[in-house]
């Protein structure tokens, strides 16, 4: 089993940055790659990107990748959506999930370990 929790989410105008944590315990061997997502009101969850565990290879979507950036930490087993220049369209609650496979960081499938989610607000 594998327990995912997230923290870092709160309030925040427009052009501010967050930097949401998620912290990892359990069967790591079971979390090859990390994705964050987020579900916005009224829409449904989308992935922002992944990490892959093994080399840190990252992935972001297109409208994030040139403003968020995720890194892990292996000591603190933390992986970490670093959210610059945010805009109120980044609202939403986000996500940490984990899955055992780290192929095809795009492809939100086959994640199966979720955290609870943080809320991420931004004012214009």
């Known amino acids: 089993q594998v327990q995912l929790v997230e923290s870092g989410g709160g309030l925040v105008q427009a052009g501010g940055s967050l930097r949401l944590a998620c912290v990892i315990s359990g069967r790591t061997s079971s979390t090859a790659s990390v994705g964050w997502f987020r579900q916005a009101p009224e829409k449904g969850r989308e992935l922002v990107g992944a990490?892959?565990?093994?080399?840190?290879?990252?992935y972001l979507v297109s409208s994030v990748k040139d403003r968020f950036t995720i890194s892990k930490d292996n000591a603190k087993n933390t992986v970490y959506l670093q959210m610059n220049n945010l805009k109120p369209e980044d609202t939403a609650i986000y996500y940490c999930?984990?899955?055992?496979?780290?192929?095809?960081?795009?492809?939100?499938?086959?994640?199966?370990?979720w955290g609870q989610g943080t809320q991420v607000t931004v004012s214009s």
């Open positions: 990490i892959r565990s093994e080399d840190g290879t990252t």
């Open positions: 999930a984990a899955r055992s496979v780290d192929w095809g960081l795009a492809n939100d499938r086959l994640y199966n370990y």
